[in-house]
């Protein structure tokens, strides 16, 4: 089986000429306007990440949280990958946060999880897209941003720290 062909890794793709996301990205964007959200506009790109993989990226704004819906290209698999960045923890107490933060992880918060990107604490879901269908995605989205716009506040409450939806966080 060949492999599509891939964009030059120094010129960014043009949205429609990666054909990775051809049967997913209507989905995705189908799913965004379940949510009253237009796929056009919230679209934020088609790229190569950092990683040297292609992805397709949509942001948009759930109550307090942002979040980036990526299609990603992973060793010849498509990934839906939704990111929320939730708060900036405190420097002095960052041992006793990502403890806690393991705990929620472990005791079940449905098909997301919180994880560290940089300096900010976030919340990830990510599935292949093999038999994924709108409805998952409207659902992953949702579930995101509920669970994002309930810790953000609580996190920052007990541990310090600001959200990351807050200004000069």
């Known amino acids: 089986m060949t492999e599509p062909p891939k964009p030059p890794v120094d010129q960014p793709a043009s949205f429609d000429a990666v054909p990775f996301d051809s049967g997913t990205r209507p989905l995705v964007e189908e799913a965004l306007r379940k949510l009253g959200l237009s796929g056009d506009l919230c679209r ?14 949509w942001t948009l704004k759930r109550g307090s949280a942002a979040i980036l819906v990526s299609l990603v290209l992973r060793e010849g698999e498509v ?27 472990a005791a079940g918060l449905g098909p997301c999880s919180f994880g560290r990107v940089g300096e900010l604490v976030v919340l990830v879901s990510e599935r292949p897209t093999h038999g994924l269908s709108a409805l998952e995605v409207e659902h992953v ?9 309930t810790f953000d506040d609580k996190l920052v409450a007990a541990f310090g720290g600001t959200r990351a939806s807050d200004p000069h966080h």
Not at 141 to 149: C, G, M
């Open 44 to 57: 934020a790109r088609t790229s190569k990440n950092d990683d040297g993989h292609h992805q397709t990226s």
């Open 79 to 105: 990934v839906l990958r939704a990111l929320s960045p939730v708060m900036k923890p405190p420097a002095d107490r960052q041992a006793e946060l990502f403890a806690h933060l393991l705990d929620l992880n």
């Open 141 to 149: 989205v949702r579930h995101l941003a509920a669970v994002a716009d």
